[in-house]
């Protein structure tokens, strides 16, 4: 006997993407530039090593699941530093834990908030599509309805939530929001975001705001849910945002993240973790505290994505229905078939992309929003990036 709900999910993007490109060779002897996979190239900050290397002798203690008073305390100050809230907005000890890498976290998000049922109906967990696979697992294996609401141009690349019957939100447990989103790069707005927490608390769900691109932008710095969850008042009830350290300092194997929420979904969230989450080791705790309190690797981070996206709006720009995202480090790529681009690309130049049908869910009719795009990282240095966009235009 296996868990039957595992077949309710679609293949994850990646196996997809090996099967699609299973058999196909690209040309000999041409360089193979992967540019599929949204995990950060650039070097991270050699405080990184320092202080894992200083630590070491603590890998001999058991870690604390809610992380040490001085990384909670790191991120407190880093929320408030970087999203100009009140002093005592959030307290150190009751709205902060650190996650294993937000995916993670964000999984577990679900299984802490979505009840049996709710209004006597199946809950439903709202999410955008196309949306980061983890959303729709957690959804499933906490036993809820995912929804998917379009998330493209004609929506600005954000969901409508302002345009969801009343009967669908009254049996809402949770919803899932990425801002800066991946794939389309676009960042909510303030007043989008009171609304939206507005319905959390209106309707009586939990808001999840998945905020792990917030540190890699072109232009302003994207608002937070914490700032709409101040100037609406009520302290930080019914929300949930999560960022990581592994796109803001490009360390996405140290495995560090973390959760910030009202007390109340807080506790739900530490007493799930007893039984089945990951502290992470000491020496970990420590490096993500260091590293939560230093800038400029972050600034440096930042302006190496931004020449990327300089390098890609001059090989790309009018073409492919190209646009400046407000965050993250992805081209969103209208390119007429996906998967027949994404083929093309490896087959005849070497370029390994992602066709954006495999990161979003088809309707009913069949309609996926996701069909006619790729999605491309520019995660690596200038020179390969640059060499994989003029492959790429050529090509297309
Ligand atoms: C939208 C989104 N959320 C969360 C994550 C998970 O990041 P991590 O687990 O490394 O913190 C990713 C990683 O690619 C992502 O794209």
């Known amino acids: 006997m296996l868990n039957s709900n595992l077949a309710l999910l679609p293949d994850y993007p990646f196996d ?222 019914r929300l949930m945002v999560f960022h990581s350290l592994s796109k803001r300092s490009s360390v996405p194997g140290l495995r560090s993240g973390f959760a910030a929420s009202d007390e109340r979904l807080m506790k739900a969230f530490l007493r799930l973790r007893e039984y089945g989450g990951t502290a992470s080791p000491l020496p970990v705790y420590a490096a993500a505290t260091a590293l939560w309190r230093e800038e400029s690797h972050v600034e440096a981070n930042r302006s190496l994505y931004r020449q990327k996206f300089e390098l890609a709006e001059r090989a790309l720009s009018n073409r492919f229905g190209f646009y400046r995202p407000d965050g993250g480090f992805f081209l969103w790529l209208e390119v007429g078939d996906g998967e027949q681009a994404g083929k093309r690309l490896w087959q005849e130049a070497a370029v390994r992309v992602l066709p954006g049908a495999y990161l979003a869910q088809a309707n009913a009719e069949g309609d996926n929003p996701g069909q006619s795009y790729i999605r491309v990282a520019l995660v690596g240095d200038a020179a390969s990036t640059a060499e994989a966009l003029s492959r790429l235009g050529a090509v297309l």
């Not at 769900?205 to 969850?229: K, N, R, S």
Request: with cysteine; hydrophobic share 45%; aromatic share 8%.
């Open 16 to 237: 997809r993407l090996r099967r699609l490109l299973g058999g196909v060779e690209p040309p000999p002897g041409m360089a193979p530039l992967v540019l599929s996979l949204g995990e950060p190239q650039h070097p991270y900050p050699d405080l990184v090593r320092e202080v894992l290397a200083a630590s070491a002798h603590l890998y001999g203690k058991y870690p604390p699941l809610a992380g040490t008073p001085e990384l909670r305390e790191a991120i407190r100050d880093w929320l408030i530093r970087r999203y100009g809230l009140p002093a005592d907005f959030i307290d150190r000890d009751r709205h902060i834990c650190p996650v294993a890498g937000t995916k993670e976290g964000l999984f577990m998000a679900a299984l802490a908030a979505v009840p049996p049922a709710k209004a006597g109906l199946r809950p439903a967990v709202l999410m955008p599509n196309p949306f980061y696979q983890c959303y729709a697992g957690a959804a499933v294996a906490a036993g809820a309805e995912p929804l998917y609401l379009p998330a493209t141009r004609q929506t600005g690349f954000l969901p409508d939530f302002q345009a969801v019957p009343e009967a669908t939100l009254a049996r809402t447990a949770l919803v899932y929001l990425c801002s800066p989103a991946n794939p389309q790069g676009s960042a909510a707005s303030l007043d989008y975001l009171k609304d939206l927490l507005g319905l959390a608390r209106r309707f009586d769900f939990i808001l999840v705001i998945d905020e792990c691109y917030a540190e890699i932008y072109l232009g302003a710095a994207p608002v937070g849910a914490l700032q709409a969850a101040a100037a609406l008042g009520q302290g930080l009830d």
